[in-house]
T-cell receptor
Framework: AQSVSQHNHHVILSEAASLELGCNYS??????LFWYVQYPGQHLQLLLK??????LVKGIKGFEAEFIKSKFSFNLRKPSVQWSDTAEYFC???????????FGQGTTLQVKP | DTAVSQTPKYLVTQMGNDKSIKCEQN?????MYWYKQDSKKFLKIMFS???????INETVPNRFSPKSPDKAHLNLHINSLELGDSAVYFC????????????FGQGTRLTVV
């Protein structure tokens, strides 16, 4: 069955630190990959997405993610986090066959000013 | 001009009651979803409709019944509410059933007492 795994459940960083959140998925076929962010008390917003082409994807607010097909990974990165990046981050996958958008467990990012 | 709107935003009700959550999207999308986010922030897909037709029905109790009067609306009716139904319910829509990013509503926080 299709699944998404996020390795870090709770990450605490100081402002200006670099961020990398891990995401692995288990599906061998064609996939579309997403990172969503959920700020406290708000709905999910799309940070970035990968459908095809350049495996290094740039999103909003300085975030980027790299798709490594051989590792079934789509890790999220940001060189320098800000206090306003404090939020819940979700990796998600749609497989070509099922059409279901499946989410990882989420990672809580807390950035200390 | 909210793209995906849900009502109500908050819903507190007693066990055994029947309640409905409404969702409307003005994006012209064909596909709509209901997700449940539990207290640990885990997002689980419940249902997906494509142009008023049910295409995904996860293992959800029969007490939950989605209804799509037209492709812009997907309502969720819940019978005989239980304590375990307490969660945040998110409606989402996407342009087509496979591969596209989903746009989320603000969520409905359901509390069953």
């Amino acid at each position: 069955a299709q699944s998404v795994s996020q390795h870090n459940h709770h990450v605490i960083l100081s402002e200006a630190a670099s961020l990398e959140l891990g995401c692995n998925y288990s599906y061998g076929g064609t996939v579309n990959l997403f990172w969503y962010v959920q700020y406290p008390g708000q709905h999910l917003q799309l940070l970035l997405k990968y459908f095809s082409g350049d495996p290094l994807v740039k999103g909003i607010k300085g975030f980027e993610a790299e798709f490594i097909k051989s590792k079934f990974s789509f890790n999220l990165r940001k060189p320098s986090v800000q206090w306003s990046d404090t939020a819940e981050y979700f990796c998600a996958v749609i497989s070509g066959n099922t059409g279901k958008l499946i989410f990882g467990q989420g990672t809580t990012l807390q950035v200390k000013p | 001009d909210t793209a995906v709107s849900q009502t109500p935003k908050y819903l507190v009700t007693q066990m055994g009651n029947d309640k409905s959550i409404k969702c409307e999207q003005n994006l012209g999308h064909d596909t709509m979803y209901w997700y449940k986010q539990d207290s640990k922030k885990f997002l689980k897909i419940m249902f997906s409709y494509n142009n008023k037709e049910l295409i995904i029905n996860e293992t959800v109790p029969n007490r939950f019944s989605p209804k799509s009067p037209d492709k812009a609306h997907l309502n969720l009716h819940i019978n005989s509410l239980e304590l375990g139904d307490s969660a945040v319910y998110f409606c989402a829509s996407s342009p087509r059933s496979q591969g596209s990013e989903a746009f989320f509503g603000q969520g409905t926080r359901l509390t069953v007492v």
